[in-house]
């Protein structure tokens, strides 16, 4: 089966800009979740979704963060204004609802200088 | 809410020697202890994954004991290879939690030939 799908790969802007992450789940699976990884870090969930619905945004910075879920499919993240703290790695994760276990896709670094 | 820590933070063995990696966690609901492993550039890989019906769990070169008592799991790899170097992170979750998983800090890993 076809992984988690993300992009872009690669993003630096300034600091104040803006910037968007798309992400698109394993086919079939109904929960989504993006995580934010600082370097040296583990991965610190920013928000789950289960199909369009949002299940947990409680560590989602929402003055600058936001995300949605279209159609239950795919989601973008997005950062309005970045800050330089926001450099970090975006991962998106997908899994069945029944099924405890993740797959993560390979990730966005961003750099915000 | 839920925190989990692991130990030690870098790990530098010989090719054919074991490795082991500690994590404890605070929720004594947490049912779900996934080992995670990522090289660079990519997401986190599901390697091993243990239930809290379960006391240890083996697969191939790798296997992973959970203490419920004492709330902490290990990560245990034998005869390692120089394809082991990685950053391993250990997770825990709970199904009434949604299956967020909150991540260990990470074990950076390097096998020397």
């Known amino acids: 089966e076809a992984g988690v799908a993300q992009s872009p790969r690669y993003k630096i802007i300034e600091k104040r800009q803006s910037v968007a992450f798309w992400c698109n789940p394993i086919?079939?699976?109904?929960?989504l979740y993006w995580y934010q990884q600082i370097l040296g870090q583990g991965p610190k969930l920013l928000i789950q979704f289960q199909n369009n619905g949002v299940v947990d945004d409680s560590q989602l910075p929402k003055d600058r963060f936001s995300a949605e879920r279209l159609k239950g499919v795919d989601s973008t993240l997005k950062i309005q204004p970045a800050k330089l703290e926001d450099s970090a790695v975006y991962l998106c994760?997908?899994?069945?609802?029944?099924?405890?276990?993740?797959?993560f896709g390979s990730g966005t670094r961003l750099t915000v200088v | 809410g839920e925190n989990v820590e692991q130990h030690p933070s870098t790990l530098s063995v010989q090719e054919g020697d074991s490795a082991v990696i500690k994590c404890t966690y605070s929720?004594?609901?947490?049912?779900?202890f996934p080992w995670y492993k990522q090289e660079l550039g990519k997401g986190p890989q599901l390697i091993i994954d243990?239930?809290?019906?379960?006391g240890e769990k083996k697969d191939q070169r790798i296997a992973v004991t959970l203490n419920k008592t004492a709330k902490h799991f290990s990560l245990h790899i034998t005869e390692t290879q120089p394809e082991d170097s990685a950053v391993y992170f250990c997770a825990a979750s709970k199904r009434a939690a949604g299956n967020k998983l909150t991540f260990g800090g990470g074990t950076r890993v390097l096998v020397k030939p």
């Open positions: 929720d004594s609901a947490s049912n779900y």
């Open positions: 994760a997908s899994s069945e609802v029944k099924n405890y276990g993740y797959t």
């Open positions: 086919s079939g699976h109904a929960t």
């Open positions: 243990i239930r809290s019906n379960v």
